[in-house]
């Protein structure tokens, strides 16, 4: 078996994420196992070894098929679209079209492929609308892009694993959008997604969206009843081991210490506080239900220390790691 072609996206080239890419393929080991490149524009990557001194050559490539996956070499499919004056840590339509754009030309590549798996460094949404593409950010792209029509966030860190019901919409709507139908299906990729990575059974706790799990009609207005139970009855009907709704305020404690193999969150920050408090150099975002592996960091472009050269490359690498693991093997 042949080591899979993995496409990095730089994402906003006025954020970090130039700076982990570079600090990420320092590691000669990494092409032990995986071929990759870089989609984004040379002339940033060459501002952001300034920084991060790696040492690391730029190979500036048209095709793909001028890649050397070499350690030492960082194959970049220049797409041109900014200039090394592009100001750093500062929104831009600019940067918010060529972060769109990398991430275009990885789908298309994917879609033909060309290559096994997408992992994406941060995008800036601000940015990303100022550049004419109105998305809630990656995951809604890749599904628009894919066709996919079902699909979910899954964070994972070393001790806990989060799929999403919600994501990018604000709390009321949250609600307004969770169905049993909803829930049934993020229970249904959870398994399916988990049995893919060698859970025999894996074990599956849904939240509830009130506190205790609305404590039997005391918090709320019967959401549980209405919204939730039903999918996770279904899940069950079916043989898959799921559990709930069940009292978020300590259910996450549990699923760390291994009771559960991943938790089914009902909204954002429902889900993403708990893994953030893990350490954001430990999550990797992962867009399950596509026909493409993407994996990604779990945080933001960070404008703030962008150009420092001090930007925590573990997520990126993490993410890369996770990439290899999920991305189908090429023959030789």
Same mark, same amino acid.
């Given at each position: 078996m042949n080591k899979p072609i993995i496409g990095i996206t730089m994402g906003d080239p006025a954020g970090v994420g130039p700076e982990i890419i570079m600090k990420s393929l320092k590691d000669a080991q990494?092409?032990?196992?995986?071929?990759?490149?870089?989609?984004?524009?040379?002339?940033?990557?060459?501002?952001?070894?300034q920084f991060v001194r790696t040492g690391l050559r730029i190979h500036k490539i048209a095709s793909l098929s001028e890649?050397?996956?070499?350690?030492?070499?960082?194959?970049?499919?220049d797409q041109g679209l900014v200039s090394a004056d592009l100001p750093i840590g500062q929104v831009s339509a600019e940067a918010g079209?060529?972060?769109?754009?990398?991430?275009?030309?990885?789908?298309?590549?994917?879609?033909?492929?060309?290559?096994?798996?997408?992992?994406?460094?941060?995008?800036?949404? @601000?940015?990303?609308?100022?550049? !004419?593409?109105?998305?809630?950010?990656?995951?809604? /792209?890749? &599904?628009?892009?894919?066709?996919t029509e079902d699909f979910s966030m899954m964070l994972s860190a070393p001790k806990l694993k989060v799929i999403h019901v919600t994501t990018h919409v604000g709390i009321i709507d949250a609600v307004r959008?969770?169905?049993?139908?909803?829930?049934?299906?993020?229970?249904?990729?959870?398994?399916?997604?988990?049995?893919?990575?060698?859970?025999?059974?894996?074990k599956i706790a849904v939240c509830g969206i009130n506190p205790h799990a609305g404590e039997n009609g005391l918090f709320g207005y019967?959401?549980? @009843?209405?919204?939730?139970?039903? !999918?996770?009855?279904?899940?069950?009907?079916?043989? /898959?081991? &799921?559990?709930?709704?069940?009292?978020?305020?300590t259910l996450f404690f549990r699923a760390t210490r291994g009771d559960f193999d991943i938790v089914v969150a009902m909204y954002h920050d429902q889900g993403h506080g708990p893994i953030k408090v893990l350490g954001l150099e430990a999550?990797?975002?992962?867009?399950?239900?596509?026909?493409?592996?993407?994996?990604s960091v779990d945080h933001g472009t960070a404008f703030d220390i962008a150009g420092k050269g001090i930007a925590d490359e573990q997520s990126l690498k993490e993410a890369l790691r996770q990439a290899i693991e999920l991305a189908p093997k090429r023959e030789q």
């Open positions: 990494l092409y032990e196992s995986c071929k990759p490149f870089v989609i984004g524009d040379a002339v940033i990557l060459e501002r952001a070894d890649a050397q996956f070499q350690p030492g070499t960082v194959d970049c499919l079209h060529a972060a769109f754009s990398y991430l275009k030309k990885a789908i298309e590549l994917a879609n033909a492929g060309a290559i096994d798996a997408i992992c994406t460094a941060p995008l800036n949404k @601000e940015a990303l609308h100022k550049g !004419g593409h109105i998305y809630p950010g990656h995951t809604e /792209i890749l &599904a628009e892009l894919t066709g959008m969770i169905n049993p139908e909803r829930v049934y299906k993020v229970i249904r990729m959870a398994h399916e997604t988990l049995q893919k990575a060698g859970y025999a059974a894996p019967g959401e549980e @009843e209405e919204k939730v139970i039903p !999918g996770v009855k279904r899940a069950q009907e079916e043989g /898959i081991q &799921a559990f709930g709704p069940l009292p978020a305020d999550g990797v975002n992962i867009t399950v239900g596509l026909p493409i592996i993407r994996t």
